[in-house]
């Protein structure tokens, strides 16, 4: 049996689903069964725990052998910081004594050590954290996930232009949830003694511009990308309605992805599922 933690979200779900076309054995904790309907109907089987109960959830560990950890992304408007250490401590304490075989983690690219920068210092905590735990511990590390551009679907189509943090013309790694849900599948599927770090993205590398083209295909209307100025961005964060300390943290991801600008990896896997593909997937199902 595979565990799935946060598997209701596109990633978790992906992985969930990859098992299950595989005919494995797929059990998803989640807070709430009715979040857990549509992966009921394909075949797994839903446990409902709060990760904070950690009691609780070192239960539902107990019932399979092998899980996918996904650190819940913590609500905007709150200490995303704060709240996702939280999560990440209680994970932790709650794999102590659950008898699972190997754990596989999604983090991703540019994690580093430090404090008050989002996912890149929260994850790579986490990363060291599973490191010094017994359960051997598998690392996938995901590109910028093409989904980040979905929450702005309805603003492209009300005024046909894309907000970007990022340089139009800045080529990053991308990659789909499925493809991502396919790696992590794939890891926790290998033998126990899988344990290197492995990178994860696309078939390709893409820039804003590439994703208002997308859109615009997609759409049938002209898109044009939209930059928000550096020195906007806590204030373009804070106007979506994150907190100031989240505001901060997210501004420093996107402020670290431009400056560092992530690395080739010789070894990273390539999803198969192209930008283009994905945005019109994404329309088709929004409407």
Same mark, same amino acid.
């Given at each position: 049996?595979?565990?799935?933690?946060?598997?209701?979200?596109?990633?978790?779900?992906?992985?969930?689903?990859?098992?299950?076309?595989?005919?494995? /054995?797929?059990? #998803?904790?989640?807070?709430?069964?009715?979040?857990?309907?549509?992966?009921?109907?394909?075949?797994?089987?839903?446990?409902?725990?709060?990760?904070?109960?950690?009691?609780?959830?070192?239960?539902?560990?107990?019932?399979?052998?092998?899980?996918?950890?996904?650190?819940?992304?913590?609500?905007?408007?709150?200490?995303?910081?704060?709240?996702?250490?939280?999560?990440?401590?209680?994970?932790?304490?709650?794999?102590?004594?659950?008898?699972?075989?190997?754990?596989?983690?999604?983090?991703?690219? $540019? *994690?580093?050590?430090?404090?008050?920068?989002?996912?890149?210092?929260?994850?790579?905590?986490?990363?060291? *954290?599973?490191?010094?735990?017994?359960? /051997?511990?598998?690392? &996938?590390?995901?590109?910028?996930?093409?989904? &980040?551009?979905?929450?702005?679907?309805?603003?492209?189509?009300?005024?046909?232009?894309?907000?970007?943090?990022? %340089?139009?013309?800045?080529?990053?790694?991308?990659?789909? /949830?499925?493809?991502? $849900?396919?790696?992590?599948?794939?890891?926790?599927?290998? %033998?126990?003694?899988?344990?290197?770090?492995?990178? #994860?993205?696309?078939?390709?590398?893409?820039?804003?511009?590439?994703?208002?083209?997308?859109?615009?295909?997609?759409?049938?209307? %002209?898109?044009?990308?939209?930059?928000?100025?550096?020195?906007?961005?806590?204030?373009?964060?804070?106007?979506?309605?994150?907190?100031? *300390?989240?505001?901060?943290?997210?501004?420093?991801?996107?402020?670290?992805?431009?400056?560092?600008?992530? %690395?080739?990896?010789?070894?990273?896997?390539?999803?198969?599922?192209?930008?283009?593909?994905?945005?019109?997937?994404?329309?088709?199902?929004?409407?």
């Amino acid at each position: 049996m595979h565990i799935i933690l946060g598997g209701t979200g596109q990633v978790g779900s992906a992985t969930a689903r990859a098992l299950l076309a595989r005919g494995e /054995p797929v059990t #998803v904790i989640t807070r709430s069964a009715d979040h857990g309907a549509k992966l009921q109907e394909a075949g797994a089987q839903i446990l409902v725990a709060d990760i904070h109960d950690t009691d609780r959830l070192r239960q539902a560990f107990r019932v399979g052998r092998r899980a996918f950890l996904l650190n819940p992304p913590a609500a905007p408007s709150t200490d995303t910081d704060k709240e996702e250490r939280a999560n990440l401590a209680a994970i932790i304490t709650a794999l102590d004594g659950s008898g699972l075989e190997k754990v596989v983690l999604a983090s991703t690219y $540019g *994690a580093r050590p430090g404090e008050r920068c989002g996912d890149l210092t929260v994850l790579h905590e986490f990363e060291k *954290a599973l490191n010094a735990q017994p359960i /051997p511990s598998a690392v &996938n590390r995901a590109a910028y996930y093409m989904s &980040n551009w979905g929450g702005m679907l309805d603003a492209i189509r009300a005024d046909g232009k894309l907000p970007s943090f990022l %340089p139009a013309d800045l080529s990053i790694p991308m990659v789909a /949830p499925q493809d991502l $849900g396919e790696a992590a599948a794939n890891r926790l599927l290998e %033998p126990v003694g899988d344990t290197d770090l492995k990178y #994860v993205e696309g078939p390709e590398r893409y820039t804003p511009r590439d994703v208002a083209d997308a859109f615009s295909e997609a759409l049938d209307k %002209p898109v044009e990308v939209e930059i928000i100025p550096r020195a906007s961005w806590v204030e373009a964060f804070k106007k979506l309605g994150f907190s100031d *300390a989240a505001a901060q943290s997210y501004a420093c991801m996107t402020g670290t992805m431009l400056d560092d600008r992530p %690395p080739e990896f010789e070894k990273a896997e390539h999803g198969r599922t192209t930008l283009r593909n994905y945005v019109r997937d994404l329309v088709e199902h929004a409407r």
